[in-house]
Protein backbone atom coordinates (compact mmCIF):
# COMPACT_ATOMS: atom_id res chain seq x y z
CA UNK A 1 0.00 0.00 0.00
CA UNK A 2 1.54 3.72 -0.66
CA UNK A 3 1.47 5.69 1.65
CA UNK A 4 -0.45 8.97 1.52
CA UNK A 5 1.34 12.49 0.30
CA UNK A 6 0.33 15.20 2.30
CA UNK A 7 -0.26 18.87 0.76
CA UNK A 8 3.21 19.75 2.37
CA UNK A 9 5.06 17.45 -0.29
CA UNK A 10 3.02 17.91 -3.01
CA UNK A 11 3.78 21.96 -2.81
CA UNK A 12 7.70 21.27 -2.33
CA UNK A 13 7.30 19.24 -5.44
CA UNK A 14 5.56 21.90 -7.28
CA UNK A 15 7.60 24.63 -6.22
CA UNK A 16 10.64 22.39 -7.22
CA UNK A 17 9.35 21.88 -10.76
CA UNK A 18 8.15 25.90 -11.16
CA UNK A 19 12.15 26.78 -9.81
CA UNK A 20 13.72 24.70 -12.51
CA UNK A 21 11.70 25.87 -14.88
CA UNK A 22 12.27 29.39 -14.05
CA UNK A 23 15.75 28.43 -14.54
CA UNK A 24 15.62 26.47 -17.94
CA UNK A 25 13.34 29.33 -19.48
CA UNK A 26 16.29 32.37 -18.13
CA UNK A 27 18.42 30.28 -20.04
CA UNK A 28 16.92 28.95 -23.35
CA UNK A 29 15.31 32.37 -23.38
CA UNK A 30 19.62 33.43 -24.65
CA UNK A 31 20.52 30.15 -26.76
CA UNK A 32 20.51 30.46 -30.09
CA UNK A 33 20.30 26.59 -30.65
CA UNK A 34 19.92 23.82 -28.99
CA UNK A 35 23.03 22.16 -27.44
CA UNK A 36 24.13 19.72 -24.49
CA UNK A 37 25.03 21.88 -21.33
CA UNK A 38 27.88 20.40 -19.41
CA UNK A 39 27.16 21.77 -15.76
CA UNK A 40 30.27 21.97 -13.20
CA UNK A 41 29.03 21.56 -9.47
CA UNK A 42 30.31 22.78 -6.30
CA UNK A 43 28.46 21.14 -3.15
CA UNK A 44 28.13 22.87 0.08
CA UNK A 45 30.26 26.13 0.02
CA UNK A 46 30.21 28.76 1.93
CA UNK A 47 28.40 31.32 0.63
CA UNK A 48 31.36 33.30 1.62
CA UNK A 49 33.46 32.23 -0.69
CA UNK A 50 30.04 31.97 -3.39
CA UNK A 51 30.40 35.89 -2.99
CA UNK A 52 33.92 36.57 -3.45
CA UNK A 53 33.85 34.79 -6.78
CA UNK A 54 30.90 36.00 -8.09
CA UNK A 55 32.28 39.43 -7.14
CA UNK A 56 35.55 38.49 -8.83
CA UNK A 57 33.56 38.08 -12.46
CA UNK A 58 31.50 40.75 -11.85
CA UNK A 59 34.90 42.87 -12.29
CA UNK A 60 36.26 40.60 -14.93
CA UNK A 61 33.18 39.42 -16.92
CA UNK A 62 30.14 40.96 -18.22
CA UNK A 63 26.74 40.43 -16.26
CA UNK A 64 24.30 40.25 -19.15
CA UNK A 65 21.72 39.43 -16.70
CA UNK A 66 20.34 38.11 -13.38
CA UNK A 67 17.38 36.28 -12.65
CA UNK A 68 15.80 35.55 -8.67
CA UNK A 69 13.67 32.69 -7.78
CA UNK A 70 11.83 33.86 -5.76
CA UNK A 71 12.04 37.27 -6.72
CA UNK A 72 13.65 39.65 -4.84
CA UNK A 73 13.20 43.26 -5.51
CA UNK A 74 15.65 43.50 -2.38
CA UNK A 75 18.92 41.80 -4.30
CA UNK A 76 21.57 44.26 -3.49
CA UNK A 77 24.66 43.96 -5.97
CA UNK A 78 26.66 46.97 -4.94
CA UNK A 79 29.22 45.00 -2.19
CA UNK A 80 29.86 42.24 -0.53
CA UNK A 81 28.18 42.88 2.36
CA UNK A 82 24.72 44.01 0.58
CA UNK A 83 25.04 40.63 -1.93
CA UNK A 84 25.86 38.52 1.40
CA UNK A 85 23.36 39.93 3.17
CA UNK A 86 20.43 39.82 -0.08
CA UNK A 87 21.10 36.35 -0.08
CA UNK A 88 21.63 35.06 3.37
CA UNK A 89 18.26 36.65 3.78
CA UNK A 90 16.18 35.15 1.23
CA UNK A 91 14.21 32.20 1.29
CA UNK A 92 15.33 29.12 -0.35
CA UNK A 93 16.01 29.60 -3.89
CA UNK A 94 18.04 30.07 -6.66
CA UNK A 95 20.17 32.71 -7.88
CA UNK A 96 21.20 32.72 -11.62
CA UNK A 97 23.80 35.36 -13.12
CA UNK A 98 24.12 35.38 -16.99
CA UNK A 99 28.04 36.34 -17.55
CA UNK A 100 29.47 37.01 -21.11
CA UNK A 101 33.26 36.57 -21.77
CA UNK A 102 33.62 34.40 -18.23
CA UNK A 103 37.41 33.53 -17.52
CA UNK A 104 38.01 30.09 -15.77
CA UNK A 105 41.21 29.63 -15.05
CA UNK A 106 42.60 30.99 -18.80
CA UNK A 107 39.91 29.12 -20.47
CA UNK A 108 37.63 32.15 -21.80
CA UNK A 109 34.49 31.58 -22.67
CA UNK A 110 31.57 33.30 -24.24
CA UNK A 111 28.37 32.49 -22.34
CA UNK A 112 27.99 31.25 -18.33
CA UNK A 113 25.19 30.55 -16.36
CA UNK A 114 26.69 30.83 -12.43
CA UNK A 115 23.80 29.69 -10.65
CA UNK A 116 23.68 30.00 -6.83
CA UNK A 117 21.19 27.09 -5.12
CA UNK A 118 20.48 28.25 -1.68
CA UNK A 119 18.47 25.08 0.59
CA UNK A 120 18.04 25.00 4.24
CA UNK A 121 20.92 27.44 4.45
CA UNK A 122 23.17 25.24 2.31
CA UNK A 123 24.85 26.62 -0.57
CA UNK A 124 25.73 24.63 -4.13
CA UNK A 125 27.64 26.68 -7.02
CA UNK A 126 26.48 25.37 -10.44
CA UNK A 127 28.53 27.05 -13.80
CA UNK A 128 26.55 25.85 -17.13
CA UNK A 129 28.58 26.28 -20.20
CA UNK A 130 27.75 24.93 -23.60
CA UNK A 131 29.36 21.80 -24.37
CA UNK A 132 30.09 22.77 -27.89
CA UNK A 133 32.23 25.75 -26.82
CA UNK A 134 33.87 23.55 -24.05
CA UNK A 135 35.12 21.29 -26.72
CA UNK A 136 36.97 23.24 -28.88
CA UNK A 137 38.46 24.97 -25.94
CA UNK A 138 39.59 22.71 -24.10
CA UNK A 139 40.02 18.89 -22.95
CA UNK A 140 38.07 16.92 -20.39
CA UNK A 141 41.44 16.20 -18.18
CA UNK A 142 42.38 20.38 -18.84
CA UNK A 143 38.90 21.13 -17.50
CA UNK A 144 39.47 19.11 -14.71
CA UNK A 145 42.44 20.59 -13.42
CA UNK A 146 40.70 23.96 -13.75
CA UNK A 147 37.73 22.74 -11.87
CA UNK A 148 39.68 21.15 -9.06
CA UNK A 149 41.84 24.90 -8.65
CA UNK A 150 38.50 26.28 -8.53
CA UNK A 151 36.91 24.07 -5.83
CA UNK A 152 40.72 24.74 -3.97
CA UNK A 153 39.36 28.49 -4.23
CA UNK A 154 36.02 27.85 -2.85
CA UNK A 155 37.43 25.44 0.10
CA UNK A 156 35.11 22.33 -0.97
CA UNK A 157 35.87 18.67 -1.85
CA UNK A 158 32.44 18.06 -3.36
CA UNK A 159 32.74 18.75 -7.02
CA UNK A 160 31.47 17.05 -9.65
CA UNK A 161 31.02 17.94 -13.80
CA UNK A 162 28.79 16.15 -16.50
CA UNK A 163 25.92 16.56 -18.74
CA UNK A 164 22.95 18.48 -17.16
CA UNK A 165 21.99 17.55 -14.90
CA UNK A 166 25.20 16.53 -13.71
CA UNK A 167 23.61 15.03 -10.66
CA UNK A 168 22.97 11.85 -12.63
CA UNK A 169 26.23 9.84 -12.19
CA UNK A 170 26.22 7.79 -15.66
CA UNK A 171 26.42 11.39 -17.36
CA UNK A 172 29.62 12.30 -15.83
CA UNK A 173 33.19 13.80 -17.12
CA UNK A 174 34.29 13.65 -13.64
CA UNK A 175 33.59 13.62 -9.83
CA UNK A 176 36.47 15.06 -8.18
CA UNK A 177 39.69 13.80 -9.04
CA UNK A 178 38.36 10.70 -10.90
CA UNK A 179 37.64 10.70 -14.40
CA UNK A 180 34.19 9.06 -15.66
CA UNK A 181 32.56 7.33 -16.26
CA UNK A 182 31.88 9.56 -19.47
CA UNK A 183 35.85 9.76 -21.23
CA UNK A 184 34.92 11.58 -24.29
CA UNK A 185 33.07 14.62 -25.34
CA UNK A 186 29.68 13.79 -26.55
CA UNK A 187 30.20 10.00 -25.52
CA UNK A 188 26.84 10.37 -23.79
CA UNK A 189 25.05 9.73 -27.01
CA UNK A 190 27.27 7.32 -27.90
Known sequence: MLNPVTLNEISDVMDWVEHRRDVLSCRLKYMKEVT????IVFERVRLEKIVELLIRKLSDSTLKEYNITPNSSDFNLESK???LNSIDQSSDGVFVFTFLDFNLKDTFLSQVWFRIDKYDNVYDL?????EKELRQKTSISNLQKRVESLAGELKTTNYYCGYEPAVDEE???FSGNSLGPLKDWGSVDK
Open 171 to 173: TRL
Open 126 to 130: SLEIE
Open 36 to 39: EIIE
Open 81 to 83: EKM
